[in-house]
């Protein structure tokens, strides 16, 4: 897909779908650059891409599993899980983070594990769990990330005044714990899941998540209720 995206610019409006979950190897080269940003439309179909360890996101001056998302382009009904030793944007000489190296679009229904925390060697750059930089054409719906024994910021960098305007639920777990990512067609299907679960309505995009409280770090969420 990024062959294309990234040499060709008629894409806008356009619908990809993915129409199974995937599982990633290798190291991948970002979808979009900034001459030939994705300006289309990605629908997840609520599965999940699974960045196995050893594998990677890396190669232009944005990295993510999108580089560069233009103002016309979504983002929506996915997940991403990014396992340990994964390398995400190690030679973005701008922008780093795992969805996206730079968002100007709008991410609708997104969920995000990062267990490796994104990077660039240049000294420059800015990275973020979420992209590395946001700006002000953005908009977040439903958006969570969950971050796994490092402090990521939400982002790297972003041109508004307020940070509440980002919208995204923030949850950095040291130690032991996990947290699952489910969407469902009702509350029900989910509600004797383990507690520390999101759930995200396929019908009418709403999220809720099964915590005690969502926000800040906890040191151990194993056997936390």
């Known amino acids: 897909m990024c062959q294309y995206v990234n040499a060709y610019d008629f894409f806008t409006g356009v619908l990809f779908t993915l129409e199974m979950d995937l599982t990633v190897e290798s190291t991948l080269q970002p979808i979009g650059t900034q001459k030939s940003p994705f300006t289309a439309i990605f629908d997840g179909q609520q599965h999940t891409i699974t960045f196995q360890p050893g594998s990677g996101i890396?190669?232009?001056d944005y990295s993510g599993l999108f580089g560069y998302l233009a103002e016309t382009s979504i983002v929506r009904n996915?997940?991403?899980?990014?396992?340990?030793?994964?390398?995400?944007?190690?030679?973005?000489?701008?922008?780093?983070?795992?969805l996206a190296g730079q968002i100007d679009g709008t991410l609708t229904n997104v969920a995000i594990n990062l267990r490796s925390a994104p990077y660039s060697t240049i000294a420059s750059a800015t990275v973020g769990a979420v992209a590395g930089y946001v700006s002000d054409t953005?908009?977040?719906?439903?958006?969570?990330?969950?971050?796994?024994?490092?402090?990521?910021?939400?982002?790297?960098?972003?041109?508004?005044?307020?940070?509440?305007k980002l919208?995204?639920?923030?949850?950095?777990?040291?130690?032991g714990g996990k947290v699952d990512v489910d969407f469902a067609e009702e509350e029900s299907d989910v509600e004797n899941l383990y507690p520390f679960n999101i759930y995200i309505d396929k019908e009418e995009g709403e999220a809720n998540g099964y915590f005690t409280s969502f926000g800040g770090w906890y040191s151990d969420i194993s056997n936390r209720v």
């Open 78 to 98: 996915l997940v991403l899980d990014i396992r340990e030793d994964v390398i995400v944007g190690s030679g973005a000489k701008k922008h780093s983070g795992a």
């Open 138 to 164: 953005a908009s977040f719906e439903n958006v969570w990330v969950v971050v796994y024994n490092q402090g990521a910021e939400i982002v790297g960098a972003h041109n508004f005044d307020n940070d509440s």
């Open 167 to 175: 919208n995204v639920n923030y949850l950095g777990i040291l130690g």
């Open 58 to 60: 890396a190669g232009t």
